[in-house]
């Protein structure tokens, strides 16, 4: 099992298209296969069609903007918090 690849706002600077395709390409590029790719951005409307991946499951957030609903937390946190701070620690 691979873990997950998470970036969050590879848009920050506000790129030029050209910029922001070369960005997006890299990304896509360098996941590997099987890999889960999360990747958190404000938008995609300025990349090539041809640059983002056929089968990529865009999911926009609206309201509270989070993907973790309040009740999954104690859950999540059982799963991962040993780890969580074993990272912390270091």
Known sequence: MICPLVIDSP???EQDPSN???IFKFIFSKS???QQLILGTITTASVSDDIL???ANLITLSG???VLQKEQYG???ENI???HEML???
């Open 75 to 77: 859950r999540a946190l």
């Open 64 to 66: 509270k903007y989070s």
């Open 20 to 22: 922001l395709n070369a």
């Open 88 to 90: 912390l620690s270091n």
């Open 32 to 34: 590997l296969d099987g």
């Open 11 to 13: 848009q920050q600077q």
């Open 53 to 55: 991946p056929q089968d």
């Open 81 to 83: 918090g040993q780890m």
